[in-house]
């Protein structure tokens, strides 16, 4: 339980689970995907290889900057203030985002790799067997 909170648990509510995920308190597969939630919605599109490889190059590549109005909490703005000043909160912005955008298409990559070195396991695993068997037998002298 959170400090003050009394008896109440500790999720009791979606932003409270969304901010402990944020904060690094859990894990997201500590606490499921849950439809609804942001993280179900952010992190269940499917993208195809090309589309990963597209989208890391256009992380990589520099661009002109776009205008883009978000809307963040008091709080938020507040912290991101103070760790980068006030005159330094867009570049901070796009830092942070892309570190996480980067972060998100890696991850995506991996999870399409281990689907296909899951899907070819067994033919993969009889092919390196079949190869070890024409290895000359090697004996300590």
């Known amino acids: 339980m959170l400090a003050g909170e009394g008896a109440r648990p500790f999720y009791h509510s979606m932003r409270l689970r969304n901010r402990a995920i ?5 894990s997201k597969e500590l606490t499921g995907r849950i439809k ?7 992190s269940t599109r499917s993208l195809s290889a090309n589309q990963l490889a597209a989208l890391s190059a256009l992380i990589a590549t520099p661009a002109t900057k776009a205008k883009a109005s978000i809307t963040l909490s008091g709080n938020l703005l507040k912290v991101i203030d103070s ?3 006030a005159a330094q909160r867009s570049a901070w912005i796009e ?4 570190s996480y955008a ?3 298409l890696k ?3 991996r999870e399409r790799e281990l689907v296909l070195l899951n899907r070819h396991a067994d033919a993969l695993n009889a092919e390196g067997d079949d190869s070890a068997t024409y ?3 090697w004996t300590a002298e």
């Open 135 to 137: 290895q000359a037998n």
């Open 83 to 85: 760790l980068a000043g």
């Open 22 to 26: 944020w904060a690094g308190l859990v």
């Open 95 to 98: 830092r942070a985002v892309q």
């Open 36 to 42: 609804g939630s942001m993280f179900y919605r952010m």
């Open 102 to 104: 980067a972060r998100q």
């Open 107 to 109: 991850e995506r990559r």
